[in-house]
């Protein structure tokens, strides 16, 4: 009997994944969701970005996507309460763990005091690029024009102005290198 009532209560589960799933893209025209993708918290667009989520990623808490930009999201990811500002574009790869923190490929002004109040120019944004199996911890910042190397852990309250090699963890402001993971 336990497993017929755990057989209906994993189908209504799915069945609700399904309908939010189906609420989103009716909502967002340029939200695209992967197969399986569970939102178990909100998502909200601005600004006319375009998303494309990979097969099977969660989605906790409220996950903010805002900007003129592109986003993409690969397979087997978890989004946190995360916010992804984009004017380019923002590539997170498979396997990522993203808690909590801002992705910001854009300055959102000019830096020289006489073009402060101008229109941002293309010196204010760069492409960010996550690679796989990356984890971002709560409270960090990435900036614009950075990569992060597949398997690195960029720890909490860090801000991450330059790339980040593969395999190690970056904390701190400025980022530093406090671990190399070995082969």
Known sequence: MVGAAGIRAKSAVRLVFAVKRLWYRLRYRRLTLGRDVEIRGRIRLRRGVRVT????????KLV???GPGEVR??????LNATWIGTWTSVTVGDRC?????????????????????????????APIVIEENVWIGAHALVMKGVRVGRDSVVGAATVVR???PPRVVVIGNPQQTVKKFHD
Do not use: K, W
């Open 162 to 164: 330059t790339d980040v």
């Open 53 to 60: 989520i990979g097969d099977r990623t969660r989605i906790n």
């Open 73 to 78: 999201v690969g397979t087997d990811c978890l």
């Open 97 to 125: 763990l993203l808690s909590d923190c801002e992705l910001l490929d854009n300055d959102f002004h000019n830096l020289p005091p006489e073009l402060r109040h101008a229109p941002p120019g293309a010196a204010t944004r």
């Open 64 to 66: 903010r996507f805002a």
